[in-house]
């Protein structure tokens, strides 16, 4: 009777791997290659908001060449991207916890982008840092490539700001789209 029950529960489909909680909040972080905090520039009228998250309290615009200084930012999770281990992998790659060990065809949800190759994923159903060898386009290179991105993730980075004058509000960028500013880039 055991073994029935053994064989019957071997043969339930796997479970699928557990999502994150959302929406996840990234704080303190500038989720770009060679991103940096500091003075930019608007390439274009912007309007800064009153409150994170709340784009219905608008508190001032920035004109189109106008400087200002970017606090910090945190980056909202609506929706993680999704991605297919297609190699078996560890991260690091001298580690021995069964935890840092990526199987081929298992998925990682990406939350947050963190530059050159590193992302804070849910993995395993917990939270954590991995240099992903992954490309976001669609030249997935076997070999090369140990991850696929199959979906893409929904995020806004919100960015705090201070205004020549003092004042201060949130700029969004959704999709972490940053061709509205210049300047914001390590050099």
Known sequence: ???LMLLAVAALPAAAEELPPLPFVAKDIC????????????????TAYQFEGNMTRPAFKLAAGERFLAIGGNLHTF???????????????????????????????????????Y????????????????????????GRDLVKLVERANWTWWVYIKKGTGAKGWLSFPGIVTGDVKGMAKM
């Open 1 to 3: 009777m055991l073994a």
């Open 31 to 46: 989720p770009t290659s060679r991103c940096a905090y500091g003075t930019w520039v608007a390439a274009r009228e912007l």
């Open 79 to 117: 929706k993680p991207g999704k991605a297919l281990v297609m190699e078996t992998f560890t991260d690091p790659p001298d580690s021995r916890n069964p935890y840092d060990r990526f199987q081929k065809d298992s998925w990682v949800f990406l939350l947050a982008p963190r530059g050159e190759g």
């Open 119 to 142: 992302y804070d994923v849910w993995f395993h159903g917990r939270r954590r840092g991995v240099k992903l060898p992954m490309t976001e386009s669609s030249y997935f290179m076997p």
